[in-house]
């Protein structure tokens, strides 16, 4: 069973440009979660993908995207980047459905530095 | 909306020893979920304990054990037999118990465990 694995492991942008993130979900899994850890933080809720549909969204702003594929990989998409979206971003995959109750299992997530 | 509040940014310990790691939360929900994650320097984020809200006793998994304190919304870890490779970032979650799996994070306790 292979966990959850992310890339690249670190990426450097510049302000305005845009950037894609990569998720593998655990093997079996149908659920990708993203979030945001600035330094120092703990990590923010970003959106959630169930089935390939988003089911919740936290307080990002639109330029903030995603998307999840067939095989339950999952993308984030950011445009226009600013400094503040300088992060370790984090993606947990799980298995969702009506009970509720699945751990999430993370990723060791995509360093992105933004001069 | 559900806050997670951990009010030990820093905590030590020596080797053997027993460590109590502190976190409240506040949510006006009756069915949730409360977890400890921890996020060695290495980064990935490790489940290390969770505890339902409907259940009554606490969580225990070798070493480490919580105290769930549902009317106070109190909800700490203790690690016992503190070992070196204890030593991380502790982070205190909160879930829904609805569909969205969203994970609410406090802010986290950076534990040094020395030898």
């Known amino acids: 069973e292979t966990g959850v694995t992310q890339s690249p492991t670190h990426l450097i942008k510049t302000r305005g440009q845009q950037v894609t993130l990569r998720c593998s979900s655990q093997s079996g899994h149908n659920t990708v979660s993203w979030y945001q850890q600035a330094l120092g933080q703990g990590p923010q809720f970003i959106f959630q993908?169930?089935?390939?549909?988003?089911?919740g969204r936290g307080n990002f702003p639109p330029r903030f995207s995603g998307l999840q594929f067939p095989n339950y990989s999952s993308e984030l998409n950011v445009n226009a980047l600013e400094l503040d979206d300088s992060a370790l971003y984090l993606c947990?995959?799980?298995?969702?459905?009506?009970?509720?109750?699945?751990?999430?299992?993370f990723g060791p997530g995509t360093r992105l530095t933004v001069t | 909306a559900q806050t997670v509040t951990q009010s030990q940014p820093e905590m030590s310990v020596q080797e053997a020893e027993t460590v109590t790691l502190s976190c409240t939360y506040d949510?006006?929900?009756?069915?949730?979920?409360l977890f400890w994650y921890k996020q060695p320097p290495s980064r990935q984020m490790i489940l290390v304990i969770r505890q339902e809200a409907y259940k009554q006793q606490n969580a225990t998994e070798n070493r480490f054990s919580v105290n769930f304190q549902k009317a106070a919304k109190s909800f700490s870890l203790k690690i016992s037999d503190s070992q070196l490779g204890d030593t991380a970032m502790y982070f205190c979650a909160y879930r829904s118990g609805g569909s969205n799996y969203k994970l609410t994070f406090g802010k986290g306790t950076l534990l040094t465990v020395n030898p």
């Open positions: 947990a995959s799980s298995l969702g459905g009506l009970a509720g109750m699945y751990e999430q299992y």
């Open positions: 993908y169930y089935r390939e549909e988003e089911n």
């Open positions: 949510t006006s929900e009756n069915n949730y979920y």
